[in-house]
Nanobody, 123 residues
């Protein structure tokens, strides 16, 4: 079992920044794929960023150049640095872990989920 706990959400003005943190505990592995998803009201949950191996990253087109995913293996923590935030970034953000091999874009490809943290960007 893997437990994921997110923090760092909040209310920010457009153009501002937030950093989300996800602390993982339990049977974690450095080979796990760690992802950040988001879900806005009335929309499907989507993958915005993921990291696997030491150099592999995925970013959704909508966040490229603005969001950065990083991982501190010593602290078992994954971060999502979000800069130049826009009102359309408003959503609940979820940390997720995939313990299978390889990257997945799909929600169903991830085995463990955090409880979510709300990010609200005002215009």
């Amino acid at each position: 079992q893997v437990q994921l706990v997110e923090s760092g959400g909040g209310l920010v003005q457009a153009g501002g920044s937030l950093r989300l943190s996800c602390v993982a505990s339990g049977r974690t592995s450095s080979s796990d794929v760690m992802g950040w998803f988001r879900q806005a009201p009335g929309k499907e949950r989507e993958l915005v960023a993921a990291r696997w191996s030491t150099s592999s990253r995925y970013y959704a087109d909508s966040v490229k150049g603005r969001f950065t995913i990083s991982r501190d293996y010593a602290k078992n923590t994954v971060y999502l640095q979000m800069n130049s935030l826009k009102p359309e970034d408003t959503a609940v953000y979820y940390c997720a872990a995939r313990t299978g091999l390889g990257f997945s874009l799909s929600v169903v490809g991830y085995d463990y989920w955090g409880q979510g943290t709300q990010v609200t960007v005002s215009s």
